[in-house]
Nanobody
Framework: QVQLVESGGGLVQPGGSLRLSCAASGFTFSDHGMSWYRQSPGQDRELVATMNNVGNVTRYAESVQGRFTISRDNDKNTVFLQMNSPKPEDTSMYYC?????????WGQGTQVTVSS
């Protein structure tokens, strides 16, 4: 079955950097776009970044444009989120998902805390 495992979260200082990873299995990774979402307590899950299946089309939330970069390695079935210059308001649980499923599959998420 579809499995997504996020990793790489942790505590990072404002202005630092962090790279999140999401390892995918159970489906043909190169057939699907991939997205990163985040959700804070009491908030709706929001789209952070998305990339098409071959990696040449990306879209970002306005709040992260120019600071975060989504990328993928189709040989390793992995999608990444490079977080540069994070801000305290980026503190959240980050999830990846695959595009094109009737029911979006979700991993367990990885917590990112931006604090000095």
């Amino acid at each position: 079955q579809v499995q997504l495992v996020e990793s790489g979260g942790g505590l990072v200082q404002p202005g630092g950097s962090l790279r999140l990873s999401c390892a995918a299995s159970g489906f043909t990774f190169s057939d699907h776009g991939m997205s990163w979402y985040r959700q804070s307590p009491g908030q709706d899950r929001e789209l952070v970044a998305t990339m098409n299946n071959v990696g040449n089309v990306t879209r970002y939330a306005e709040s992260v444009q120019g600071r975060f970069t989504i990328s993928r390695d189709n040989d390793k079935n992995t999608v990444f989120l490079q977080m540069n210059s994070p801000k305290p308001e980026d503190t959240s649980m980050y999830y990846c998902t695959a595009v094109g499923f009737l029911l979006k599959p979700w991993g367990q998420g990885t917590q990112v805390t931006v604090s000095s």
